[in-house]
Protein backbone atom coordinates (compact mmCIF):
# COMPACT_ATOMS: atom_id res chain seq x y z
CA UNK A 1 0.00 0.00 0.00
CA UNK A 2 1.48 3.75 -0.96
CA UNK A 3 0.45 6.54 1.02
CA UNK A 4 0.51 10.04 -1.07
CA UNK A 5 1.48 12.54 1.53
CA UNK A 6 0.48 16.28 0.44
CA UNK A 7 1.79 18.70 2.63
CA UNK A 8 4.14 22.14 2.01
CA UNK A 9 5.80 21.73 5.58
CA UNK A 10 8.68 19.26 4.99
CA UNK A 11 9.78 18.63 8.16
CA UNK A 12 6.43 17.82 9.33
CA UNK A 13 5.97 15.41 6.02
CA UNK A 14 9.14 13.97 6.18
CA UNK A 15 8.27 12.81 9.86
CA UNK A 16 4.75 11.52 9.22
CA UNK A 17 5.89 9.18 6.33
CA UNK A 18 8.88 8.01 8.33
CA UNK A 19 6.49 6.86 11.44
CA UNK A 20 4.19 5.23 8.24
CA UNK A 21 7.36 3.63 7.03
CA UNK A 22 8.23 1.99 10.33
CA UNK A 23 4.23 0.88 10.42
CA UNK A 24 4.90 -1.20 7.07
CA UNK A 25 3.72 1.82 4.28
CA UNK A 26 5.11 2.88 1.28
CA UNK A 27 4.91 6.81 1.07
CA UNK A 28 5.78 9.57 -1.16
CA UNK A 29 5.86 13.58 -0.35
CA UNK A 30 4.54 16.08 -2.43
CA UNK A 31 4.86 19.77 -1.41
CA UNK A 32 2.28 20.85 -4.58
CA UNK A 33 -0.90 19.93 -5.48
CA UNK A 34 0.09 20.20 -9.16
CA UNK A 35 2.62 17.51 -8.72
CA UNK A 36 0.51 15.30 -6.58
CA UNK A 37 -2.15 15.36 -9.85
CA UNK A 38 0.14 12.83 -11.02
CA UNK A 39 0.68 10.95 -8.36
CA UNK A 40 -0.63 7.17 -8.18
CA UNK A 41 -1.59 6.11 -4.62
CA UNK A 42 -4.01 4.31 -2.52
CA UNK A 43 -4.21 6.75 0.20
CA UNK A 44 -3.65 10.44 0.39
CA UNK A 45 -3.09 12.67 3.18
CA UNK A 46 -3.93 15.97 2.01
CA UNK A 47 -3.08 19.13 4.14
CA UNK A 48 -5.62 21.71 3.60
CA UNK A 49 -3.14 24.65 4.62
CA UNK A 50 -1.73 24.99 1.24
CA UNK A 51 -1.58 28.88 0.79
CA UNK A 52 -2.21 30.08 -2.54
CA UNK A 53 -3.01 26.33 -3.45
CA UNK A 54 -6.45 24.83 -4.62
CA UNK A 55 -6.77 21.25 -3.44
CA UNK A 56 -10.09 20.48 -5.13
CA UNK A 57 -8.63 19.48 -8.25
CA UNK A 58 -6.74 16.58 -6.57
CA UNK A 59 -10.05 15.39 -4.23
CA UNK A 60 -12.28 15.13 -7.51
CA UNK A 61 -9.60 13.08 -9.46
CA UNK A 62 -8.92 10.52 -6.46
CA UNK A 63 -12.46 10.65 -4.81
CA UNK A 64 -11.94 6.70 -5.47
CA UNK A 65 -9.12 6.70 -3.30
CA UNK A 66 -8.77 6.85 0.33
CA UNK A 67 -8.34 10.78 0.78
CA UNK A 68 -7.88 11.60 4.68
CA UNK A 69 -7.61 15.89 5.22
CA UNK A 70 -4.99 16.86 7.74
CA UNK A 71 -6.34 20.41 9.01
CA UNK A 72 -5.23 22.90 11.70
CA UNK A 73 -8.76 23.84 12.10
CA UNK A 74 -12.85 22.87 11.21
CA UNK A 75 -14.56 25.19 8.46
CA UNK A 76 -16.53 25.04 5.77
CA UNK A 77 -13.69 25.15 3.19
CA UNK A 78 -10.74 22.76 5.20
CA UNK A 79 -14.00 19.62 5.98
CA UNK A 80 -17.40 20.33 4.90
CA UNK A 81 -16.83 21.29 1.01
CA UNK A 82 -13.90 18.95 0.53
CA UNK A 83 -16.05 15.67 1.98
CA UNK A 84 -18.91 16.61 0.21
CA UNK A 85 -16.55 16.45 -3.14
CA UNK A 86 -15.34 12.87 -1.95
CA UNK A 87 -12.56 12.87 0.61
CA UNK A 88 -13.19 10.40 3.13
CA UNK A 89 -12.28 11.55 6.65
CA UNK A 90 -10.56 14.65 8.74
CA UNK A 91 -7.60 14.68 11.14
CA UNK A 92 -6.57 17.65 12.98
CA UNK A 93 -3.17 18.47 13.54
CA UNK A 94 -1.29 17.85 15.42
CA UNK A 95 -2.21 14.26 15.48
CA UNK A 96 -0.73 10.83 17.36
CA UNK A 97 0.59 8.63 14.37
CA UNK A 98 -1.60 5.55 16.17
CA UNK A 99 -5.04 7.91 15.61
CA UNK A 100 -4.17 8.63 11.76
CA UNK A 101 -3.38 4.89 11.51
CA UNK A 102 -6.59 4.13 12.65
CA UNK A 103 -8.92 6.16 10.45
CA UNK A 104 -6.03 4.60 7.78
CA UNK A 105 -7.30 0.89 8.66
CA UNK A 106 -10.94 1.96 9.19
CA UNK A 107 -11.49 3.06 5.63
CA UNK A 108 -9.44 0.25 4.19
CA UNK A 109 -11.71 -2.18 5.26
CA UNK A 110 -14.51 0.02 4.41
CA UNK A 111 -12.93 -0.23 0.83
CA UNK A 112 -12.96 -4.06 0.51
CA UNK A 113 -16.49 -4.28 2.27
CA UNK A 114 -17.99 -1.68 -0.34
CA UNK A 115 -15.74 -3.45 -3.33
CA UNK A 116 -17.38 -7.01 -2.17
CA UNK A 117 -20.57 -5.27 -2.20
CA UNK A 118 -20.24 -3.90 -5.41
CA UNK A 119 -18.84 -7.14 -7.14
CA UNK A 120 -22.06 -9.26 -5.47
CA UNK A 121 -24.26 -6.82 -6.88
CA UNK A 122 -23.37 -6.87 -10.00
CA UNK A 123 -22.84 -10.54 -10.15
CA UNK A 124 -26.24 -11.17 -8.87
CA UNK A 125 -27.54 -9.09 -11.50
CA UNK A 126 -25.57 -10.32 -14.66
CA UNK A 127 -26.53 -14.24 -13.22
CA UNK A 128 -30.48 -13.32 -12.66
CA UNK A 129 -31.02 -10.54 -15.92
CA UNK A 130 -32.72 -13.03 -17.50
CA UNK A 131 -35.36 -13.70 -15.15
CA UNK A 132 -38.56 -11.93 -15.50
CA UNK A 133 -42.02 -12.19 -13.25
CA UNK A 134 -45.32 -10.56 -13.07
CA UNK A 135 -45.58 -9.81 -9.53
CA UNK A 136 -45.77 -7.36 -6.62
CA UNK A 137 -44.49 -8.04 -3.27
CA UNK A 138 -45.98 -4.21 -2.25
CA UNK A 139 -49.50 -6.03 -2.96
CA UNK A 140 -49.46 -8.47 -0.78
CA UNK A 141 -47.49 -7.48 2.32
CA UNK A 142 -44.79 -9.26 4.77
CA UNK A 143 -44.76 -11.76 5.58
CA UNK A 144 -44.77 -13.60 2.47
CA UNK A 145 -44.08 -17.09 1.39
CA UNK A 146 -43.08 -17.74 -2.15
CA UNK A 147 -43.80 -21.14 -4.06
CA UNK A 148 -41.86 -21.07 -6.93
CA UNK A 149 -39.98 -23.91 -9.50
CA UNK A 150 -37.07 -22.03 -9.55
CA UNK A 151 -35.18 -20.59 -6.39
CA UNK A 152 -33.27 -18.30 -8.79
CA UNK A 153 -36.35 -16.73 -9.44
CA UNK A 154 -37.49 -15.89 -6.28
CA UNK A 155 -33.77 -14.58 -5.43
CA UNK A 156 -34.60 -11.96 -8.32
CA UNK A 157 -37.78 -11.43 -6.64
CA UNK A 158 -36.50 -10.48 -3.30
CA UNK A 159 -33.03 -8.70 -3.96
CA UNK A 160 -35.39 -6.22 -6.60
CA UNK A 161 -37.72 -5.48 -3.65
CA UNK A 162 -35.01 -5.11 -1.12
CA UNK A 163 -33.29 -2.67 -4.02
CA UNK A 164 -36.56 -0.80 -4.23
CA UNK A 165 -37.57 -0.26 -0.35
CA UNK A 166 -34.61 0.36 0.56
CA UNK A 167 -34.19 -2.86 3.27
CA UNK A 168 -30.92 -4.29 5.11
CA UNK A 169 -31.51 -8.33 3.91
CA UNK A 170 -30.69 -10.58 5.79
CA UNK A 171 -29.82 -14.46 4.28
CA UNK A 172 -30.84 -17.41 6.81
CA UNK A 173 -30.58 -20.87 5.29
CA UNK A 174 -32.30 -23.07 7.07
CA UNK A 175 -29.77 -25.75 6.35
CA UNK A 176 -27.78 -23.77 8.74
CA UNK A 177 -27.34 -25.24 12.39
CA UNK A 178 -27.98 -22.55 14.13
CA UNK A 179 -30.59 -21.03 11.98
CA UNK A 180 -32.80 -19.95 15.31
CA UNK A 181 -29.34 -18.24 16.90
CA UNK A 182 -29.43 -16.20 12.92
CA UNK A 183 -32.99 -15.23 13.53
CA UNK A 184 -32.66 -14.52 17.18
CA UNK A 185 -29.68 -12.22 16.34
CA UNK A 186 -31.44 -10.16 13.83
CA UNK A 187 -32.53 -6.54 13.64
CA UNK A 188 -36.63 -7.17 13.43
CA UNK A 189 -36.24 -3.78 11.38
CA UNK A 190 -34.32 -5.85 8.72
CA UNK A 191 -35.94 -8.09 6.42
CA UNK A 192 -35.31 -11.77 6.95
CA UNK A 193 -34.64 -14.00 3.88
CA UNK A 194 -35.42 -17.70 4.76
CA UNK A 195 -34.98 -20.77 1.99
CA UNK A 196 -34.55 -24.40 2.59
CA UNK A 197 -37.80 -24.79 4.68
CA UNK A 198 -38.78 -28.31 3.41
CA UNK A 199 -36.01 -29.46 5.13
CA UNK A 200 -37.64 -29.41 8.12
CA UNK A 201 -39.59 -31.63 10.42
CA UNK A 202 -42.75 -30.42 11.89
CA UNK A 203 -41.57 -29.61 15.29
CA UNK A 204 -38.44 -27.60 13.68
CA UNK A 205 -41.32 -25.75 11.73
CA UNK A 206 -43.40 -24.92 14.70
CA UNK A 207 -40.44 -23.64 15.93
CA UNK A 208 -39.47 -21.32 12.96
CA UNK A 209 -43.16 -19.85 12.99
CA UNK A 210 -42.63 -18.86 16.84
CA UNK A 211 -39.26 -17.36 16.62
CA UNK A 212 -40.38 -15.40 13.34
CA UNK A 213 -42.71 -13.66 15.34
CA UNK A 214 -42.05 -10.05 15.18
CA UNK A 215 -39.54 -10.18 12.20
CA UNK A 216 -40.46 -8.92 8.38
CA UNK A 217 -39.64 -12.03 6.67
CA UNK A 218 -39.71 -13.69 3.21
CA UNK A 219 -39.72 -17.69 3.20
CA UNK A 220 -38.90 -19.30 -0.26
CA UNK A 221 -39.52 -22.89 -1.32
CA UNK A 222 -39.62 -25.28 -3.93
CA UNK A 223 -42.51 -27.48 -2.60
CA UNK A 224 -45.34 -26.97 -1.16
CA UNK A 225 -44.89 -26.62 2.32
CA UNK A 226 -47.85 -25.58 4.65
CA UNK A 227 -47.77 -22.18 6.79
CA UNK A 228 -49.46 -20.05 8.27
CA UNK A 229 -48.65 -17.15 6.43
CA UNK A 230 -50.01 -15.99 3.01
CA UNK A 231 -48.31 -17.42 -0.21
CA UNK A 232 -47.96 -16.75 -3.54
CA UNK A 233 -46.64 -19.21 -6.38
CA UNK A 234 -44.30 -17.77 -9.18
CA UNK A 235 -43.48 -19.65 -12.03
CA UNK A 236 -40.59 -19.45 -14.60
CA UNK A 237 -40.35 -21.28 -18.09
CA UNK A 238 -36.77 -20.21 -18.09
CA UNK A 239 -35.62 -22.45 -14.91
CA UNK A 240 -32.36 -24.24 -15.13
CA UNK A 241 -32.34 -27.32 -14.70
CA UNK A 242 -30.50 -29.17 -11.14
CA UNK A 243 -27.75 -31.95 -12.54
CA UNK A 244 -29.63 -34.24 -10.41
CA UNK A 245 -32.81 -33.63 -12.25
CA UNK A 246 -33.96 -35.54 -15.07
CA UNK A 247 -35.56 -34.50 -18.26
CA UNK A 248 -38.36 -35.89 -20.66
CA UNK A 249 -36.45 -35.44 -23.90
CA UNK A 250 -39.87 -32.53 -24.93
CA UNK A 251 -38.39 -30.61 -21.58
CA UNK A 252 -35.06 -30.73 -22.68
CA UNK A 253 -35.49 -29.50 -26.11
CA UNK A 254 -37.94 -26.88 -25.10
CA UNK A 255 -35.53 -25.24 -22.88
CA UNK A 256 -32.71 -25.32 -25.38
CA UNK A 257 -35.00 -23.91 -27.93
CA UNK A 258 -36.28 -21.11 -25.24
CA UNK A 259 -33.08 -20.41 -23.71
CA UNK A 260 -30.22 -20.42 -27.15
CA UNK A 261 -32.49 -19.63 -29.64
CA UNK A 262 -31.19 -16.04 -29.27
CA UNK A 263 -27.54 -16.98 -28.78
CA UNK A 264 -27.39 -19.32 -31.87
CA UNK A 265 -28.61 -19.52 -35.67
CA UNK A 266 -31.23 -22.23 -36.16
CA UNK A 267 -29.07 -24.16 -38.64
CA UNK A 268 -26.26 -24.67 -35.23
CA UNK A 269 -29.26 -24.99 -33.17
CA UNK A 270 -31.13 -27.48 -34.73
CA UNK A 271 -27.24 -29.33 -35.20
CA UNK A 272 -26.14 -29.45 -31.63
CA UNK A 273 -30.30 -30.93 -31.04
CA UNK A 274 -29.60 -33.34 -33.47
CA UNK A 275 -32.69 -32.48 -35.59
CA UNK A 276 -33.69 -30.40 -38.78
CA UNK A 277 -34.54 -27.29 -39.13
CA UNK A 278 -37.75 -28.15 -40.21
CA UNK A 279 -38.33 -30.21 -36.90
CA UNK A 280 -37.05 -27.65 -34.90
CA UNK A 281 -39.51 -25.13 -36.67
CA UNK A 282 -42.41 -27.96 -35.35
CA UNK A 283 -41.32 -27.83 -32.16
CA UNK A 284 -41.59 -24.35 -31.61
CA UNK A 285 -44.71 -24.39 -33.02
CA UNK A 286 -46.05 -27.44 -31.00
CA UNK A 287 -44.30 -25.53 -27.59
CA UNK A 288 -45.74 -22.30 -28.64
CA UNK A 289 -42.39 -20.49 -28.98
CA UNK A 290 -42.23 -17.63 -30.75
CA UNK A 291 -38.52 -16.21 -31.80
CA UNK A 292 -38.77 -12.42 -31.88
CA UNK A 293 -37.19 -10.54 -35.11
Not at 109 to 120: A, N
Not at 184 to 211: A, G
Not at 237 to 260: G, M, P, R
Request: aromatic fraction near 12%.
Amino acid sequence: MKIIIVENELYLAQSIASKLLDSGFDTEIFATVKEALESSGDVYLLSTNLPGQNFFPLITKFKNKIIILMVNYINNNTVSEPLELGAKDYIVKPFKIEELLRKINHHQEYQKHQMKGELFVSYTDNLLKELTYNFDIDSVGLPLVIETNYQRLADKIVFDYVNANDYTLIYIPLTHPNWVKMIEKSNPQHLLYICDIEILKKVEKTQLFKTLDGYNFIISTTSGVETPYRCVSVISESKLYDQNEILTIDDYVKFIVTNFQYQFPDTELSKQLGISRKSLWEKRKKYGIFKKK
